[in-house]
């Protein structure tokens, strides 16, 4: 139950932030904020002892039991972890928003997208249900849309929104249709009980599609090649939403989807290759993309996602522990899984600090360019020792928390290279080489981040503000950061015996208790140790690369190197627009009777080929009532009067003759013994035939039609054919029974709705859905307008030219 209430309470208190910053101090709305994630965090954190200790919560709300679809919420040791990075880095965020951003921002709106992408996180970790995950998932992908476009006067911020948005969000389709296909094979939306159960559905041919359906939806979240495009785009928006939607949190998203269906498909081959191997090259094309990065906040967008891809392809590696039962290979490979979770919240550390350095550096300077920075340890030694403390970490130097996950990278790759699994020719080596390098391209844009910005001549005249030290207030949260780096490298096992043991039991629940499952984290292996002399290579080579960078960069210049996935999404994007505005040229036309031309011809096209290409055109008039003379002479009236209304020549007699129609229907219901729908028709048609003479009687004559008759036969040929169709299919409706009537679920009536009579129930309950729905639109619309009007009166017209 507790659990359930922290997803909603940033909802919750979403609402009342808007009331709040008409009232209070805008810069005071943050301390109010802040109170949020540090309830919730402390609320995790008295999770974890009980955790560790191998206890498991789980809460579910019933919600639609005909399709198994209930809010059930679940917490071991894996979501522990993704909820405390969530709350926990989320607290240093809004922290460091309170001093960053500016009162005349509007602070109400910021708070409430950001609170309403907190709850949304913590409700993809801690939903069990399949379609309550998608729901909150694809809720994140929104609101980081609504942070991204913050400052939407900004092109830039717009474009960047809608790029993530469209990646993101086309991903969490796929992922969507991948757990329906994982509900058509074992029957339940809950995770665990997939995960019990998905061994007896592994050669199900659907098992594969919905496995890479799934994993399309966690590499687009996750900024994975060839989807990392939207990242560096996405620096638009403020710097405490990169520091925390891009280093702690949605990115990770996709690494936590990647854990927690580990289970599932981990043993199946495939995801092992595919997950690692697009996680390596996700690693190595994100740090060599990076060191060319002029913008420090570019440099850390393509660094996140070289970060990210060395996460993913460790928790591929481990994935193959499924297939080596309980033998040692697969503690080895299991390992690899250890040493993700470990530089994912490492990972978190560093990164959100050097976030918030390039924030301060944006926020005191005016520019994060590092062409224009230099010489700044003087003016700004506590932001440089931020700065040095989160590079050398992220290099993987000691005395830092990425050096020792960074050497449990190398120890993973090593111990891989020589298992049974890579006896695929030389793909171990290349993996090794390739990780290798990524690392040298780590070392080198680590390097810069700290000698560029903070070393060399100093520019005043390049610099748009003053130089000077952050408030103490902006240095709190990146140096609370700093000092969990340099902790958590001298206490590492602290966070392996709470955090990391129960989430590897979580992700391999069938090695759970394993000796060797969780390793001690030590920092010295030895003078023989590969994984030391291999991080002993990045730094001689690192070295010398940044040293000779300027002989070197042309290399980025070279035409494969030149090649831009950007330039081919903008194109894509262009092209798709054309192809639009084509088609829609070819069918709007601005004439109605065009567009009932298209209507009745694509009804003509689709039921009437449906009809004769299952064959159910038979009719059995054998139950039929006979058909009364009265019967006769009302279908003679209404086909007279329906005939004439082609021929007539003004409105009025056009109206009068459908009038008769209505007034026939009438009749209709009162053979039928049927008074009370035989009124509702008679009054409204009473109503309509009204209104119809009173409207048209303003109107100029109705002139005559002259088309020519090749359009008339076709309009002619179209009517008939759609007439025909109508009565075929309601004969065939009639006369065949394919399905069990619908009635005899209705007749249930009084114990699904409380309502004896069926008709009262289907009207006053049932029929409620559909108006509710209508009304939701009504008020989106109505939204829409009351936005139109209040942008209207505002003269902001300056402020929307692109920046």
Known sequence: MTISLSIFIPFIVAIFVPFLYKRIQSRKIGWFVLLVPLLLFATLASFIPPIAKGETYTHTFRWIESAGIHFTTYLDGLSLIFGLLITGVGSLVILYSIYYLSERESLGRFYVYLLLFMGAMLGVVFSDNLMVLYVFWELTSISSFLLIAFWYHRKKSRYGAQKSMLITVSGGIAMLAGFIMLHTMTGTY???????????????????????????????????????????????????????????????????????????????????????????????????????????????????????????????????????????????????????????????????????????????????????????????????????????????????????????????????????????????????????????????????????????????????????????????????????????????????????????????????????????????????????????????????????????????????????????????????????????????????????????????????????????????FSNDAPVTANEYLIVLAMTVAGLSMLFAKSRMTAIILNGVLGYSIAFFFVVFRAPDLALTQAVVETVTTALFLLCFYFLPDWKKERSPIGTKVLNGLIAFAAGTIVTVLALTVQGNKMFESISVYFEDSYQLAGGKNIVNTILGDFRAFDTMLEVVVLFIAGIGVFTLIKLKTRKEGQDFEDQ
């Open 190 to 620: 809950s995770v665990r009980e997939i995960v019990v159960t998905i061994g007896q559905y592994t050669d199900e041919p659907l098992f594969v599609f919905a496995m890479l359906l799934v994993l399309l939806g966690a590499f687009t979240k996750s900024a994975q090649f060839p989807f990392h495009i939207w990242l560096p785009d996405a620096m638009e928006a403020p710097t405490p939403v990169s520091a925390y939607l891009h280093s702690a949190t949605m990115v990770k998203a996709g690494i936590y989807l990647v854990a927690r269906f580990t289970p599932i498909f981990g043993g199946e081959m495939t995801w092992f290759y595919i997950v690692s191997s697009v996680g390596i090259f996700t690693l190595f094309w994100g740090s060599f993309n990076a060191v060319k990065q002029t913008d420090l906040k570019a440099l850390l967008a393509y660094s996140t996602i070289s970060q990210l891809g060395l996460v993913m392809s460790l928790f591929g590696l481990g994935s193959a522990a499924l297939n080596e039962g309980h033998s040692a290979n697969s503690i080895i490979y299991a390992q690899a899984t250890f040493a993700a979770l470990f530089h994912l919240i490492n990972h978190s550390t560093f990164k959100g600090a050097l976030f918030m350095v390039v924030g301060i550096l944006d926020h005191e300077l005016g520019t994060r360019d590092v062409r224009r920075l230099g010489g700044l340890m003087a003016f700004m030694p506590v932001t440089f020792s931020i700065a040095l403390i989160g590079s050398f970490s992220m290099a993987g130097l000691p005395p830092f928390n990425g050096f020792l996950s960074k050497e449990m990278f190398f120890e993973s790759l090593v111990n891989a290279r020589n298992l049974e699994l890579f006896d695929v020719g030389t793909m171990g080596t290349i993996f090794l080489i390739v990780a290798w390098l990524a690392s040298v391209f780590t070392f080198v844009y680590s390097m810069i981040i700290v000698f560029q910005t903070f070393f060399g001549e100093f520019q005043p005249e390049r610099i748009e503000k003053p130089s000077r030290e952050a408030p103490f207030g902006m240095l709190l949260a990146p140096s609370i950061l700093a000092i969990l780096v340099i902790g958590i490298f001298f206490f590492p096992n602290s966070i392996g015996n709470y955090l990391l043991r129960p989430a590897m039991a979580a992700v391999y629940p069938t090695l759970a208790g394993a000796e060797g499952l969780t390793p001690q984290i030590v920092a010295w292996h030895g003078f023989n140790s590969p994984a030391l002399l291999m991080t002993i290579g990045v730094i001689i080579l690192g070295a010398v690369l940044y040293k000779f960078y300027r002989y070197w960069r042309g290399i980025y210049t070279i035409a494969p190197m030149t090649w831009n996935l950007d330039a081919a999404f903008n194109a894509n994007l262009i092209l798709l627009e054309k192809a639009s505005h084509f088609f829609t040229r070819l069918y709007m036309k601005g004439y109605l009777k065009d567009y009932l031309v298209y209507i009745f011809s694509f009804f003509i096209v689709v039921v009437g080929g449906a009809i004769v290409y299952t064959g159910s055109y038979t009719f059995d």
